[in-house]
């Protein structure tokens, strides 16, 4: 036997002193001793630690490979054994069935033993695994005691969220906690004092290639449980919607590990976005020049604001809610079903800004963390479109919480007031920021924007006073609502109670505040879920086991309370209990009701809405009152479902395929196109490049673009004329047909060059070049011509984007000719109205009678062009099928043109800027 060292006994002593301070650390924490077994199993875990630096490290031990393979098959059972008495769900090991105990084992073991391949050591892989599953435990057991709602593998990505807030917990805990800890302890000792002797260590080729092969193994199988149906093929079908229960039922790293493969997002069966397309011509996008009433939009998701009283039986005192009981003029106000209890509040976010339904997104996944990486249309950028002043995100907290920091610039929003906004001295409850006072920030902010702009205000308020954790005597929160049953007030639920009174009463401030506001105000405010008072209440409140709660009786405790509120005349209506919506809808209601323009989506919506009134990631109620489970294939509102399925599917996910004008108002103003194409129609001309100028020599040219022939085409009567533009070297649009028009010291150009290089050349050595600034110059100056873009080097969306840009008040001044029909919906997502698809760089397939009704359903064209050779009868009578105008190009000839004319050409591109005569004789 070896002698202990001063220096190992010293060490113990440390050790010693560590383990005594984090064992009476969590001692102090527990408050449930329940379960003699459990106290004397966490002595022998303590004892066994404590000894160990004084006994085991006394020798050197032999451990023969028989017994490493022994502990090895024993240590994930140990594992899986106090990992879930630290869950504290009551998983059953007597009760479970085989493939359940199986699965879980397997997935402890495969933990444990790909450490050990990769560290070739008994002491590191077992702390570590065991360290990681009982953290995993831990925080689970926290989780469902705040939120009543475990860890799924969504959640990994809000743990910084979770941070957040949790130093505003306190962390009780029961025996089962406890020895989870002394668990760790324990292999953390053996893991330190074990010395083994090693007699025929691997080189450093082996360690490689061993770590290769287990990292191998490791992926693979890792792959087979958490991206494809391997479990769900043996039976093994975690249904996470409930996941409370399915931890209890399936073991908790088992679902969790279930949850990976719910994250995978699989196309919808017979998924197509020709099938969303179709539906833009039942659902048209309302256009930002509709006539429709555009009000200042305060809409408030109030941090778990919703009504106790509705789920059971809990009288109090006085009201908790008289204001919000007592609106009734132009208001709508009732019960929204959500997705989430006692957190994940993004989720309930997400579904309003949306109108996506978190039924169709991966369980326990939240978009915010996993999917917005860049713009998607939502309910902000449609009103920034429809030219709202500002677009204010206003969260009382810390502004990286559900990466709303980078989330919302995405979304559209322009300003992100955080509670680093927020003065230090701004009144608190509970440690949070008062309803009041952030309400009194959307009036200071609202003032502000009226200082600086006419336009409406919009700010989306996400508030924070009720957030929990509630328990009694909370800090700052008055006493006025009293629990009148002694055996309900429990958990904190009468404080919880007064922070809903007062949030009642911050309402009343802000609606009487825009009552007296003349300009139209629709206020839209709801909760993102009940609040988390604790396992206990509920029970009481609704007479058994909350987890055991399934189906109807689950939807009961997934419902807040809503309000739309409007200083104007808007229809009143009640959607509470068997009238109760979900909040996927309430965006939709609330433009409806308020008058505003609607999305195709936004119209969509109502109408699921009257079929499917509910929808959560629990189930849904037909209009027919009966509960279904979403993917119950005999329900008779299965194929509704899954074509909302394939559309939200596309709106979050298909990046590529999302057809925007279906999400997005409408920029295209038909009333403006009408005018246009009747105009072009009466002039029956589109001056071509300028058209024919002549020079002082009496030399005549055409292609010029130049100042001198835009000043020609004017003072001759044209509304309408065509212009070349190059870009150049710099990035700027010059208005060019080539580079080799212009001169340079008497020498034409090569090549691109800068514009202030271009606007030093002459133009055919004559004449004087213009620019885009120029030209706009030239339109400020002279009413009533439009200009027709012909932007060469494929650089047509970039130059349409530049004059986008360079002068938005003069869009429909230019009619931008566009070469496919893909760049016809860019330029309307531009805000052009005014487009012309000139087809010669077209092939056959795309000239067919169907192809150009297609594009011409698709899109409101002023006008088709083709060249001479297109012009036949069948051309022409496929054209006129779309009942869109027809022009030709280039035609100077007057009696070339009266030949079109009897063909049923409606006008031509002609380089001819004097064009009155001619045209009389074609009428």
């Known amino acids: 036997m070896e002698r202990k060292s001063g220096k190992s006994v010293a060490f113990g002593i440390i050790y010693l002193i560590f383990l005594l301070i984090v064992s009476f650390f969590a001692y102090r924490h527990v408050t449930d001793f329940t379960g003699k077994r459990y106290i004397v199993i966490c002595a022998v875990l303590f004892l066994f630690s404590a000894a160990s630096p004084f006994i085991l490290i006394r020798k050197k031990w032999k451990t023969p490979i028989i017994v490493k393979l022994i502990a090895l098959m024993i240590y994930p059972l140990l594992c899986f054994y106090f990992t879930e008495k630290t869950l504290g769900t009551g998983f059953a090991f007597g009760s479970a069935g085989k493939k359940i105990l199986i699965g879980n084992y397997g997935l402890y073991a495969l933990i444990i ?12 892989s077992f702390f570590t695994s065991g360290l990681l599953f009982i953290s995993f435990g831990l925080a689970n057991y926290f989780t469902i005691l705040y939120r009543q709602v475990p860890i799924l593998a969504g959640d990994v990505a809000t743990a910084g969220t979770a941070l957040n807030v949790a130093g505003h917990y306190t962390y009780e805990m029961g025996i089962c906690q406890l020895m989870g800890i002394m668990f760790v302890l324990a292999i953390l000792s053996l893991a330190l004092f074990y010395r083994e002797e090693h007699e025929n260590r691997f080189g450093i080729g082996k360690r490689l290639a061993i770590a290769v092969v287990s990292i191998v193994i490791f992926v693979a199988a890792a792959r087979i449980v958490a991206f494809t149906d391997f479990l769900e093929n043996q039976g093994i079908s975690v249904h996470v919607w409930v996941p409370a229960k399915t931890y209890r039922q399936k073991g908790g790293l088992l679902t969790f590990g279930r949850s990976i493969r719910n994250m995978v997002v699989d196309k919808p069966e017979g998924y197509s976005t020709d099938n969303i397309k179709a539906l833009m011509t039942e659902y048209p996008s309302d256009s930002i020049s509709d006539d429709k009433v555009r009000p200042n939009v305060i809409a408030i998701m109030n941090e778990a604001f919703s009504d106790l009283q509705d789920v059971g039986d809990l009288p109090t005192n006085i009201e908790v809610m008289p204001f919000y009981d007592s609106l009734t003029e132009n208001t709508i106000k009732g019960w929204s079903y959500v997705s989430v209890f006692g957190g994940q509040t993004a989720s309930s976010e997400y579904e309003f800004l949306s109108g996506d339904s978190m039924a169709f997104i991966p369980a326990g996944t939240t978009p915010y963390q996993l999917y917005i990486k860049r713009f998607m249309p939502t309910l902000t950028g449609n009103l920034l479109l429809d030219n709202y002043f500002r677009a204010i995100a206003l969260h009382p907290y810390k502004p990286n919480g559900y990466n709303r920091n980078n989330v919302y610039p995405i979304l559209g929003f322009d300003q992100f007031i955080s509670v680093d906004d927020f003065p230090a001295d701004t009144p608190t409850m509970s440690q949070h920021i008062t309803d009041s006072a952030d309400y009194k920030r959307i009036i200071e902010e609202y003032e502000k924007a009226k200082k600086e702009s006419d336009e409406p205000f919009y700010v989306f308020n996400v508030t924070m006073q009720n957030h929990g954790p509630f328990s009694k005597g909370m800090e700052n ?48 405010m709801f909760g993102d879920h009940e609040p988390g008072v604790g396992n206990a209440f509920y029970n009481k409140l609704v007479g058994g086991n909350k987890n055991n709660l399934e189906g109807e009786e689950l939807m009961n405790l997934y419902h807040t309370k809503f309000v739309i509120w409007a200083n104007y005349d808007i229809p009143e209506a009640d959607y509470s209990k068997e009238n109760a919506i979900s909040i996927n809808y309430l965006q939709s209601l609330m433009l409806d009701a308020a008058g505003m323009k609607m999305s195709g989506y936004n119209k969509y919506l109502l109408d699921v809405m009257k079929e499917v009134p509910i929808i959560t990631a629990n189930g849904y109620y037909g209009a027919d009152g009966n509960f279904y489970n979403t993917d119950d294939e005999k329900s008779p509102y299965y194929e509704r479902l899954q074509q909302y399925r ?43 490049a300028g058209g024919f100028i002549t020079a002082a020599d009496g030399t005549e040219y055409n292609y010029t673009s130049s100042v001198e022939a835009i000043n020609n085409c004017y003072n001759n009567g044209n509304k309408f004329c065509e212009l070349d533009f190059l870009m150049t070297s710099d990035n700027q649009l010059v208005c060019a047909h080539a580079w080799k028009q212009l001169y340079k010291n008497g020498e034409p150009l090569e090549d691109a060059v800068t514009l202030d290089e271009a606007l030093s050349c002459k133009m055919e050595n004559q004449f004087t070049t213009m620019w885009l600034g120029s030209l706009v110059d030239f339109l400020r100056e002279h009413d009533g011509m439009y200009i027709v873009t012909d932007i060469k080097q494929s650089y047509n969306e970039e130059g349409a984007k530049m004059i986008a840009e360079y002068c938005p008040d003069l869009k429909d001044r230019f009619i931008i000719q566009v070469y496919n029909e893909e760049e016809a919906t860019v330029m309307e997502k531009l805000g052009f109205n005014n487009i012309i698809f000139t087809l010669y760089r077209t092939d056959e397939a795309e000239r067919t009678a169907d192809a150009l009704m297609k594009a011409a359903n698709k899109h409101d064209f002023v006008a088709w062009t083709a060249k001479k050779a297109f ?19 280039t035609v100077n000839d007057p009696e070339e043109m009266k030949e079109f004319v009897t063909k049923g050409v409606d006008g031509f591109y002609s380089d001819v800027a004097d064009f009155d005569t001619i045209k009389k004789e074609l009428e």
Not at 488 to 516: C, P, T, W
Not at 871 to 889: M, N, Q
């Open 477 to 524: 929160v008055p006493d006025e609502v009293k629990i009148t049953d002694e055996e309900l007030d429990m958990d904190g639920v009468q404080d919880y109670l007064n922070l809903i009174h007062e949030s009642d009463r911050a309402l009343k401030e802000l609606v009487e505040y825009f009552e007296n506001v003349d300009e139209p105000t629709v206020i839209v």
């Open 113 to 124: 033993w790909f450490i050990f391949a990769l560290t070739l050591s008994l002491g590191i």
């Open 646 to 688: 394939s559309i939200v599917y596309n709106h979050l996910f298909d990046k590529k395929g999302r057809v925007d004008e279906f999400f997005e108002y409408s920029q295209m103003s038909p009333e403006e196109t009408a005018k246009v194409r009747q105009e072009l129609l009466s002039e029956k001309h589109i001056v071509h």
């Open 871 to 889: 012009i036949t009868d069948e051309f022409v009578s496929d054209i006129k099928a779309t009942g869109v105008p027809l022009f030709t190009h």
